[in-house]
Nanobody, 123 residues
Framework: VQLQASGGGLLRAGGSLKISCADA????????VGWFRQAPGKEREFVAA????????FYVDSVKGRFTVSRDNAKSTVYLQMNSLKPEDTAVYYC?????????????????WGQGTQVTVSS
């Protein structure tokens, strides 16, 4: 597994953005995938996760109803659609592949991490 997150940017509050996480080696189709984020001066936190086949997803409470995680295994890519963005969503967003078929809120359950993509939301 070799993950690369992309699609970050600068936008205003209320806007939408879709970020992607691609596996260059196309081998994570059997793994759960999670999205995490780290804001300046804060610890990295869980955002969302999706199972290997997309049948199970879950989110941190602060993004429920605004963010949607999905995947296209034919492209070995996982997406995070972010709507109604708020300044507090500003962070570096990381994707990670889990050891197992289902995602987890625990960072220790993830083996492979991408390099992160910056999302900045202005008020």
């Amino acid at each position: 597994v070799q993950l690369q997150a992309s699609g970050g940017g600068l936008l205003r509050a209320g806007g939408s953005l879709k970020i992607s996480c691609a596996d260059a080696r196309r081998t994570f189709n059997n793994n759960g995938v999670g999205w995490f984020r780290q804001a300046p001066g804060k610890e990295r936190e869980f955002v969302a996760a999706i199972s290997w086949n997309g049948g199970s997803t879950f989110y941190v409470d602060s993004v429920k109803g605004r963010f949607t995680v999905s995947r296209d295994n034919a492209k070995s890519t996982v997406y995070l659609q972010m709507n109604s963005l708020k300044p507090e969503d500003t962070a570096v967003y990381y994707c990670a592949a889990a050891r197992k078929a289902y995602g987890s809120r625990r960072q220790d359950d993830y083996t492979y991490w991408g390099q992160g993509t910056q999302v900045t939301v202005s008020s």
